[in-house]
């Protein structure tokens, strides 16, 4: 049966260490002895909007793993002209081995995997985004410097993410709060509260009690272990800027915001960052922020993920 990876809780608990020892191996041996994984396969990327670390993070993955990435653009596809999605996926199907995707509708990769007969995977839609939360955790393992079963190291931490929590990283984190057996809190105005659509996947999962919701960023940070957060204006809001900025800034994580988790605490941020919005330039760039691990690691987390679905 091919095996998706759509949401967080695709991959097991029981799976996750040998994921995560995976994504370590591969960072650790690059260049010198990847196992080609892919070897001989072809794996489409298509996108429905631009990309960053994204795209860069899966055609090198895929090409490092003995695998040829075949971009897509929807505009230059006959997607952009009307055809179906169950026609473009049987049709992506015929020629590629998987299927990497970044879009905007979360029906819409849901309808790729429905009527695709390869893997398909979650590159970020407007309702999550699981690649980046797997290497979040996985920086964090690396912070840790966690031994032998690296997931065992997220147990009962405190990660508390801050701002828009009705975006698709607050959505990812819902559901990974369960799933990693962490305490996850987010923190934001409570017009921008989580979608009850993730809240009810969490509940389905069993998820339910791993996670809260606190408006107060100060009682929020309070102990915490990780401070998270995304912009505020994702692709397509600009014309909010304004608005959102004034109802944001009390959740700015800035120094003083800092100061209130553990004094040990670390800082992580997907990118691109706006200093001065959602993060100030002093924790951005300052001895707490692992963004720039964070973003590298999307690239062996990935590697790990793919080769998983692979194998199946």
Known sequence: MTRHFLLETDFTPNELPELFAMARSFKTHRGNSTPPTLQGQSWGMLFYKSSTRTRISFEVGIHE??????????????????????????????????????????????????????????????????????????????????????????????????????????????????????????????SFAPDPHSVAIADQAGFSGSWSFEPDAAKAVEGADVLYTDTWV?????????????????????????????PEAVFLHCLPAYAGLEVSQEVLQGPQSLIWPEAENRLHMQKAILSALAAT
């Open 65 to 190: 793993l003995g695998g040829y990435p075949v971009i897509l653009d929807v505009q230059h596809t006959q997607l952009g002209r009307g055809e179906s999605i169950a026609d473009t996926a049987k049709i992506f199907s015929g020629y590629m081995h998987g299927l990497v995707i970044r879009c905007y509708e979360h029906a819409a990769i849901e309808d790729f995997a429905r009527f695709a007969t390869i893997p398909v995977v979650n590159a970020l839609t407007d309702f999550n985004h699981p690649c980046q939360v797997y290497a979040d955790c996985f920086t964090l393992t690396e912070a840790w410097k966690a031994e032998g079963d690296l997931v065992s190291s997220l147990k009962g931490k405190k990660l508390v993410f801050l701002g828009d929590t009705n975006c698709n990283l607050a959505h990812s984190w819902i559901l990974a709060a369960g799933l990693f057996e962490m305490e996850v809190v987010l923190s934001g105005p409570e």
């Open 234 to 262: 994702s692709m397509g809001m600009e014309d909010e800027k304004e608005a959102r900025k004034q109802i944001m800034m009390p959740y700015q994580v800035n120094t003083q915001l800092m100061a209130k988790a553990k």
